[in-house]
């Protein structure tokens, strides 16, 4: 029911009847809005084959079938070519991709070559131009294309139809996607995707009309992002699911059985996008509307323009974790708007966004919540710093490719409390003026922490020595945390470290726990004792319903520290979440907390992961692997 006809594809493209004919009637105009290529040393990705000072793509056309029973998306993509008069061929990335056939505007031949694949990297695809400014590629993606996770019925909610999303960053979609697959290089993009009924296609791009009925069981979606966008944020998911409003220009979509849960957790999105633009100018991607993925989704959101992805792993039933829906709106300025031109800087997308993120908490849900979400990235930070030490490489905002960023601390956390500090030493309504203009003045362009550096000293401090006295250079370029840090409130959980004391001194169970925050929960269970006995575990479990959570944060916390201290009646819940959940950020430190348990939890982990290892994402799966690898 579910099959495609691009099995056969390359017999297509010989006969000329494919999907790519329709494109070659109509085709492809280059989009007005062409951002720059950056040429400073600090900016050329070291992650892309591309050169695109010589040749590069501006504009992604695709008409694609799903084919859920082989697990491959094929049909062509046509490509929209700037380049150099003199220019002889044009680089793109490709990892695992199947090209059958590359022509020009015209339908003549064009050699190709693909060379060898680096892991991870893949293999630069080199097309010879021949005086050519538009490409016509037909191909296939593999069936294990690391941007696709293809679900079966039975790992839905539904259980009656297949599933299919994607995870584009960091440099996946060149799984699915022949183009120059770097965030520097931003381009416009349309798409056709087919699909079998009665399955509804979303992207990230506005939808054009309703499907088509294209016989065969089969109906056609259309899809355009007008504005230019880093290629890691195209993206697709394709499933049995229905849409809700949550305002003019917000909604949500999810399967059917979860679309109320959904709903119910993201009703006031339309509330966070006014709080967003109130800070810092217009919302400029039209809608902003939300697909509540199946739980296998390796990340808690990804900031798709358009259509942001979530995992349903969220859904707490009081809103507690919309920090996340916060977090994934301001990326459309900080991320979306402005990127990062190399991974390397990947802070000026998830530390700029992250202050944005509990800015926005702030106006919507208040100064207490803000404070105490801030409070716990601050302790993130420390707790990095204190594992790896204060002199790291990879601690350092800038990475030059000498260390890797250590985990979220940095891009994000640390990210986080360079903007909050320097807002608190300059006030907020001189330094939210700068930030505004970083984003108006950089829209739709690419972005170097040099840059922001510069930008600060020429738009927000009012002397060297301002800039001197707020350690701009340290923050972004040196390792560790500068001493100028803005710590957070003291107070913000006061009651709570008082219950963490009581507990630690004599084991005094807090007895409001039922009337805490969710951030109040997350900052006991963080701060308590780690080496505990079966008793006390039992106990506190007891008293405070930990197994029975329905945050999913607050549950993956108890279930470290379980786990941590072998505490048997915990593993079968255990066993249960990891079966449920992908979520890279519980699954993986959950395995590696039975990994570190020796003889106890080495033989838990291999007999769940066995069982569970098909079901995760490849971003999931190779975390694990790695983990495991390792011993």
Known sequence: ???????????????????????????????????????????????????????????????????????????????????????????????????????????????????????????PLTIKLNGARQLRIAYRSAPDADAL???????????????????????????????????????????????????DVVMSGVRQGEPEDVGNGRRAFRFVMDKPVPP???????????????????GVWAEPDTLDRAYNEVADTEQLVEAAEELYGDYRWGRYDMIVLPPSFPYGGMENPVMTFLTPTFIAGDRSNNGLVAHELAHSWSGNLVTNAVW?????????????????????????????????????????????????????????GDGELIGSAIAYDKGHFFLRTVERAVGRERF????????????????????????????????PAEAEQLKLREWIFEPGLPSNVAKPDPAAFATVDTAVTAYADNGTIPTGWSGWTAAEQMRFLDNIPKERTAAQLAALNDALGLSETGNNEVLFLWLELALANRYQPAVPQAEVFLSEIGRAKFVRPLFAVLWDQGDWG??????????????????????????????
């Open 232 to 250: 890691y944020l195209i993206a697709i998911a394709a499933g049995d699911i229905d849409f809700r409003a949550t305002g003019p220009r917000t």
């Open 432 to 463: 939210d003026a700068w930030l505004r203009q970083w984003f108006d003045n950089h829209a739709f362009q690419p972005a170097t922490s040099q840059m922001i550096y510069d930008d600060m000293l020429a738009n927000l401090v009012n002397s």
């Open 149 to 199: 996770q293809w679900l079966t019925p039975e790992q839905t909610a539904g259980g009656e139809y297949p599933y299919l999303f994607s995870q584009g960053q960091a440099i996946l979609n060149r799984t699915w996607i022949p183009t120059q697959d770097s965030p520097g290089i931003r381009q416009t993009w349309e798409a056709r995707i087919t699909a079998p009924k009665p399955l």
């Open 1 to 123: 029911m579910f099959r495609a006809t691009l099995l056969a594809t390359a017999a297509l493209f010989a006969s000329g009847c494919t999907t790519m004919d329709s494109a070659q009637e109509a085709p492809v105009e280059r989009s007005a809005m062409v951002s720059p290529i950056l040429t400073t040393p600090d900016a050329v990705d070291d992650q892309t084959y591309a050169q695109p000072q010589v040749a590069r793509v501006t504009h992604v056309a695709l008409d694609l079938d799903l084919d859920f029973d082989a697990k491959m998306i094929g049909g062509g993509a046509v490509l929209n070519i700037l380049a150099k008069d003199d220019a002889k061929q044009i680089v793109l990335d490709s990892n695992g991709l199947r090209i059958d056939r590359v022509t020009d505007g015209q339908g003549n031949s064009l050699p190709f070559t693909i060379g060898e694949a680096e892991e991870g990297k893949g293999a």
């Open 344 to 400: 390397g800087d990947g802070w000026l997308n998830e530390g700029v966004t992250s202050y944005f993120e509990n800015r926005i908490v702030e106006k919507v849900y208040g100064k207490s919540r803000a404070e105490q979400e801030a409070a716990l990235s601050y302790a993130n930070i420390i707790e990095t710093l204190d594992e790896v030490g204060y002199d790291a490489p990879g601690t350092a905002l800038h990475n030059e």
């Open 602 to 631: 080495r033989p838990i982990a291999k007999r769940i992961y066995a069982e569970t290892r098909d079901g995760y994402h490849a971003v999931t799966r190779a975390g694990v692997d790695r983990l495991m690898a390792a011993d």
